[in-house]
């Protein structure tokens, strides 16, 4: 296949080795900290995931830690990093491996985990183990469309197996680890979404899409999802030291077992307060708009109760809850 060539593989490696960023979980072969930093990474920036990893490995430096620790002090530290089924996931899947007493060293191993795709296996095994398993993110799909000029759409699964197998033949069976990463690297730092970085790019001699003057247009998406703008109401009841919150329950499909602030509609008979600020919050396609309102209560309101300011950081509240209470000058 063209541009699949040797030369462009050795010059990616001889890229990486000298471009590379200096992350933490490069650092590091231990399959338990490699597997923290890939569930982490998942749909999350780089520089969000930084402090949230030492964090975490400093409350859990084994995997033995978060197999046993309280899943609500799991949420609690991962609070603020969204997708809260990863924390859930990564944990059981810690409660497996301290069951088994080793970690799993093969790809179908680590894909039997919980929680654990196609990607996640490739990346863990690769590094850890050396197996010769290519992965396919978000990065690699965007760099090898380009690379191959792609015109298939990448969230169809023709196309995803056509990229896979490209990448498949341009890993190293030598250096697993080295391609695979270089890989990922070179999506996240030089073939970027909106300016690609081609003058700099290792591979622009070999790259298909710019020749072809098709960078831009690559990779190919369906059409995005219109923005669904949200009005939300939040409300601070303040008591003494302590503030009003109710919890998701544990049925709940989305972030079950989090602390919320009440919205309005939730506390019937609230006499509300002036205004403490807005701010605005993006889940996928939806875009809520809070204003955050002081309020006072008259009465015990049912499945809400007090909790002290003061341990707020332990509990697992949601990125809205912190926001709104940061506005608040709360917490």
Known sequence: MTGLTPQARKLLLNW?????????????RDPYRILV???????????TVLPYYKRFLAQYPAVEALAAAPEQEVLALWSGLGYYSRARNLQKAAQVIARRGTFPDTYEQIRGLPGVGDYTAAAVASICFGAPRAVLDGN??????????ERGDIKSKATRARIGAA????????????????????GATVCLPRNPL???CPWSAFCEGRKQGLVRELPVTPGRRQTVQIQQTLLVVRRADKVLLRQRGAAERRMAGFWELPEHHEVPGATLGPSLGQFSHSITHHRYVIEVREANIGRRVAGMCWKPVAGLAHLPLSTIARKALRVASTF
């Not at 930093?37 to 520089?47: D, N």
Request: glycine content about 2%.
């Open 16 to 28: 990486y080795a000298t471009a590379k960023r200096d992350l933490p979980w490069r650092r590091t």
């Open 37 to 47: 930093s890939e569930v982490m990474l998942q749909q999350t920036r780089v520089t």
């Open 140 to 149: 690699v799909l965007r760099v090898m469309s380009r690379f191959l000029a």
């Open 167 to 186: 990448a498949q033949r341009l890993l190293d069976p030598a250096n697993p680890a080295g391609s695979n990463q270089a890989l990922m690297e070179l």
């Open 198 to 200: 081609c003058d700099i």
